[in-house]
């Protein structure tokens, strides 16, 4: 009994040894496996969270170049009113020195020597309209033949307008005139300049 005991055993050991065995060629297959599918499974994820993140991140820039190009756009449009309201102003105070000029002393000298010029530039039969309450400054002055003086009261400020129909020629020489051909003068030496 002893030799059969001895042989159960060692047949029993020995199926041990064999499910043993087998039990660890599966524990690794099945960490083989596991450890497989979770690096497959990482690197999916890595993958689509790559994606993920361009995708928001071009998404951020977007947005943030959108609300740049917003931002600028305001502030160019509050500069340009800004520019435009010291424009305003200053073209205002422009305008009351040439309304004070048009009433003082300088004015009747001025404008005799204006009126002297615009007729010569435009000629024998030239016609020149100023205010009415200039046209007692301008009779002294000499003028080409055939032109004539005659009151316009859509000059506001002073100066003269003239024209010679047979030569098709017309000029604004008043001092509104003047003053609005400085506007464009002035917005570009002025030193406000819409750089964002």
């Keep these: 009994m002893n030799e059969l005991d001895t042989r159960a055993g060692r047949f029993l050991d020995s199926i041990r040894a064999e ?7 599966i524990k690794e297959e099945t960490e083989r496996t596991i ?6 499974t990482r690197k999916a994820e890595n993958a689509r969270v ?25 502030a160019r449009a509050t500069l340009a009113a ?6 305003d102003e ?3 105070k422009a305008k009351a020195q040439l309304a004070d000029f048009a009433a003082s002393d300088k004015y009747a000298a001025w404008l005799q020597t204006e009126a002297a010029a615009l007729a010569e ?4 039969g030239a016609q020149l309209a100023a205010r009415t309450a200039d ?41 509104a005139a003047r003053l609005d ?16």
């Design 50 to 74: 790559e994606r993920t993140l361009r995708f928001e991140t071009e998404r951020a820039r977007t947005r943030a170049n959108r609300d740049l190009s917003a931002a600028r756009m305001a």
């Design 121 to 124: 530039a435009l000629g024998e």
């Design 135 to 175: 046209l007692p400054l301008l009779q002294n002055v000499k003028l080409p033949a055939g032109a004539a003086l005659t009151a316009d009261d859509s000059i506001a400020i002073g100066g003269l307008k003239g024209a010679n129909p047979a030569k098709g020629l017309a000029a604004d020489d008043t001092l």
């Design 90 to 92: 200053t073209f205002a």
């Design 181 to 196: 051909a400085q506007h464009e003068w002035f917005l570009q030496n002025a030193g406000l300049e819409i750089n964002i």
């Design 35 to 40: 450890n497989s599918q979770l690096d497959e």
């Design 19 to 25: 499910g043993e065995a087998a039990c660890a060629a």
């Design 82 to 87: 800004q520019r435009q309201q010291i424009a």
